[in-house]
């Protein structure tokens, strides 16, 4: 699989307006003229060229923290299986883990594989977009629409959560160094308005240097797993048996067998690993991107997965008391994995040096976030799905950054984090949006994708656009795709598990839940339904038409 650096002859728009000389069709085009030529295949100027630096490493850097520091959330979450009180299902962790967890993994490979499978399509828009290429031209365009606020919704829970996240282990390890400080949520607030003010300056005035700091936080990532794994292995006095950690099953939700309680426990895996497209949304920025994207999603998507599979063994061996970690100050607090750090190493400045390293993996994750977060707002009012389409499209003209998009979405995880001075149950009954609405879009977009799989040739090779004319979002197989019958079944099993994921993060935690415990992912996926069909009707399908076409193909 290979890119292919030749075009017939005809014009080239450097995205500026200008028509450059003709290019022979035996004439090898640069790295960003075969760039530029993929999005005008899509209709769009490289608008956001003259930041075009993010390499191979740094984007797989940026996928890296798309999972979200994965040493810390697989910490987290597994030990809150534990715990009625967060995701209810008491099953078993280590057979979560060898079952669901391995499944969650396999299954992103797949998303990322066939979510994206259109790789000639590399388009900051991601699902929206290639919903509007895919689906049937009676329903294109409302499709389209409410697949573009189901990702918009979703990467901002996604933004907000990480903020949150990074904030509170602050105030956590606080509370661990000093046990008579009692933390009040206001100061939970203030600390994650902190880490959106750093991702907020690093985006926009530090976004020349973004793929170094990426860089930093690969090697990060790799170098703080074994400086964490390292000590709870050799430090640790006490260790569970292995009897207890891969054959003792728990079911506390009060579900009817193990079987449901593990799927609905499939909630911590999928929080840990959702985000998937985070590479395509900056695709317009990144060099090679029909080939670049799909390497960079799969390799992250392994190198997460081992590092997090092996951290979260390692704990359920060090963890011996559950009960007493969940009842600690930090665990408490939602951070159990701080106590398991302390019980092993013994002293506070170890595991607070262990902690400090997944806070600073969490608010760069943040800061990518926001970078992805604020191109999607980018593309989509480019496309006029937006209100107030017209600013939050534009691009400053010095640092080619959507700046608008940036501070819009900062501004608004900025708002969400003020319900949390209220209640920190309405805070993350809002951002449990995050996985029910990035899952719809990525089943929106796999159907589609399998639809047009199932027809002979709907969606025609490369080869066999020579010596024809393009069309504005012409359906064309990219380099990286599995044809044939292996393809139909992969693209099958992607939607399949997509489809019980949605379904299972509608649960609540357990079988009877009360006002705290509810799961409000459905109330609130729901209302981004209405409100985005009201919209669409009250004015957006007005001036939305799908994606606009900037330039014609050549």
Known sequence: MSMDNTSKSRPYDDGKGEKQTHVRETEALSVEECDALALARLGKKPILKACRTLKVAE??????????????????????????????????VSFFIRMSGLQTYCAEMLLSLFTFGLTK???????????????????????????????????????AGSAYLGGNMIIALAQLNYPAYSPALWQGTLVYWCVMAVAILVNTHASKILPKIESFVLILNIAGFFAVLIPL????????STHD????????????????????????????????????????EIHGANIVIP?????????????????????????????????????????????????????VRGASAMICIIIIMDICAAIAFLATSSRIVFAFGRD????????????????????????VMALVSCTIGLINIGSSIAFNAVISVGVSSLYASYILTESLLLYHR?????????????????????????PFHVPGVWGILLNALAVGYGVVVFVFSLFPTVVHPDLAHMNWSCLM??????????????????????????????
């Open 245 to 284: 950690v891969f054959t003792v099953f728990e079911n506390g939700g009060g579900w009817p067998t193990t079987k449901v309680s593990v799927l609905v426990g499939l909630l911590g895996t999928v929080f840990a690993t959702y985000g998937t497209d985070c590479a395509v949304h900056m695709a317009e």
């Open 525 to 554: 996926t729901g209302s981004i339904m209405v409100f985005a069909v009201g919209y669409y009707y009250a004015y957006a399908k007005k001036v939305y038409t799908g994606p606009v076409v900037e330039v014609s193909p050549y």
């Open 59 to 92: 984007h797989c850097t940026t996928n890296a923290d798309t999972m979200k520091a994965t040493v810390f959330f697989h910490v987290h979450t597994r030990l809150h299986l534990y715990d009625p009180d967060y995701l209810g299902s008491r099953a078993d």
């Open 121 to 159: 399509a590399p388009t900051s828009g991601g699902q929206y977009h290639w919903a509007a290429m895919l689906a049937p031209s009676f329903c294109k365009k409302i499709v389209s629409y409410l697949t573009g606020w189901l990702v918009i919704c979703g990467w901002q829970a996604i933004l």
């Open 233 to 240: 292995v050799s430090l640790s006095k006490q260790k569970v």
């Open 454 to 478: 199932c027809i002979p040739g709907s969606i025609r090779h490369r080869t066999q656009m020579a010596n024809t004319t393009w069309h504005a979002n012409e359906l064309v197989w990219g």
């Open 295 to 347: 390497w960079c999603m799969l390799t992250t998507t392994l190198l997460n997965g081992i590092l997090g599979f092996a951290m979260v063994i390692v704990v359920l061996f060090v963890t011996v008391d559950i009960d007493a970690v969940l009842a600690s100050p930090t665990g408490i607090l939602g951070f159990p994995f701080m106590q398991v750090f302390y019980d092993a190493t013994g002293t």
């Open 384 to 407: 006029r799905g937006l209100p107030f389409w017209r600013t939050m499209s534009k691009v400053q003209a010095d640092s080619a950054i959507p700046l608008y998009a940036i501070i």
